[in-house]
DNA sequence: AATAAAAGTCAAATGAACTTTACATTTAAT
DNA sequence: ATTAAATGTAAAGTTCATTTGACTTTTATT
């Protein structure tokens, strides 16, 4: 999963800390998203969108997974 | 968090069961996140938004959250 | 009424999201 | 070169998403 959180930080001059606390969330955890070590929760996804004024989709990328079986 | 789901297999006449294995994810998952039980992860909520070619937010809908302090 | 399929639910286990604390590294300013 | 702020990272703990297996209840069909 990537995201755009670092550029739309940068866009508005955000520290990762001040994000976090925007969304209430610990720094660590905004560092982890954007480094891409794990996924955010769906809630907190929403939270960025609403926050952003964007949809999911618009700050979050599935990569297409490849299925074997 | 508010879900769809059960009205867009409504449509297309799926089940549980079905609807599980188009996601790859047990018939329980579906159930649970039907009844409310907790939120799919992004990435699965991806998946299901994929496979029904709507937005998240068509699927899924955040409660606005009452925030104390 | 009997049967079968679908839906609901529970418990125990695993893994991933997120927290706190703490420290190291990078970036940018003086 | 120093300093401060920002970023990166790691370990240990908690909570929650998800699984498997099993059982009960509901909904349809015959």
Redesign the interface.
């Known amino acids: ?1 990537k995201n755009r959180l670092k550029v739309l930080r940068a866009e508005r001059d955000w520290t990762q800390a001040q994000l976090a606390s925007a969304l ?1 969330v610990s720094r660590q955890t905004i560092n982890a998203i954007e480094k891409g070590k794990f ?5 907190l ?3 960025a ?2 926050l952003f004024d964007l ?3 618009e700050i ?1 990328q ?1 990569q297409v997974e490849t ?1 074997e079986n």
Request: net charge negative.
């Open positions: 999963m209430n996924d955010p929760s769906l809630p996804a929403f939270k969108a609403r949809a999911i989709e979050f599935d299925v």
